[in-house]
């Protein structure tokens, strides 16, 4: 089982590019969740998709959007980048319904914003 | 306004000895506390976690305090070990809605 993966490792982009994240769930998780860790800080809720469809969303704003493919994979699509957007962005993944303890998180995207 | 507070961002203890760290948090619509623990390059993994019904619950070396009227959770590894060097963050939530993570405390045990 390879768990959640995500891709690219890192990624440096300059201020008012867009850039597309990749997460791919763990083995049998239909649920992706998306949370940006700036330096210094906690995960921060940015949305979560369950059956193709954003179910939840935080407090970010249209920049930040995403997509849910048939096969659960997913990806988080920032535009108009700004330099508060460096941050590391983590996806997890859970089975529908599931609880907050099975949620499992992949190793996360760096992203630098020049 | 943060609703989950780790007021300590590091906390250092030897190796054989209790390491506690702490967690305040605001909003008493809470139902569900969990800690995760994150090691560098690598995503937080889910530690243990407590149910607001609850004032207790252990996991092995792992225990976690919940006191509802004080809004203050804790996280109590006996014996420390120097594996358990790593980064902790303390996460809430209630029924539907997302986690909400405190800031973290990294935990440094020494040998």
């Known amino acids: 089982d390879a768990g959640v993966t995500q891709s690219p490792t890192h990624l440096i982009k300059t201020r008012g590019q867009q850039v597309t994240l990749r997460c791919s769930p763990k083995s049998g998780h239909d649920t992706v969740s998306w949370y940006q860790q700036a330096l210094g800080q906690g995960p921060q809720f940015i949305f979560q998709?369950?059956?193709?469809?954003?179910?939840q969303r935080g407090n970010f704003p249209d920049r930040f959007s995403g997509h849910q493919f048939p096969n659960y994979s997913s990806e988080l699509n920032v535009n108009a980048l700004l330099l508060g957007d460096s941050a590391l962005y983590l996806c997890?993944?859970?089975?529908?319904?599931?609880?907050?303890?099975?949620?499992?998180f992949g190793p996360g995207t760096r992203l630098t914003v020049l | 306004d943060q609703q989950v507070k780790q007021n300590s961002p590091s906390l250092s203890v030897q190796e054989g000895r209790i390491s506690i760290l702490n967690c305040d948090y605001t909003n008493s619509m809470f139902d569900y506390f969990l800690w995760y623990k994150k090691y560098p390059a690598e995503g937080p993994t889910f530690l243990i976690s407590?149910?607001?019904?609850?004032d207790k619950n252990e996991d092995g070396r792992f225990t976690v305090f919940l006191n509802k009227s004080a809004k203050h959770l804790s996280l109590h590894i006996v014996p420390s070990q120097p594996g358990d060097s790593a980064v902790y963050f303390c996460a809430a939530g209630q029924a539907g809605t997302a986690l909400i993570f405190g800031k973290g405390t990294t935990l440094s045990v020494s040998s």
């Open positions: 407590i149910s607001s019904i609850k």
């Open positions: 997890a993944s859970s089975r529908g319904g599931a609880s907050y303890n099975e949620q499992f």
């Open positions: 998709y369950y059956e193709e469809e954003e179910r």
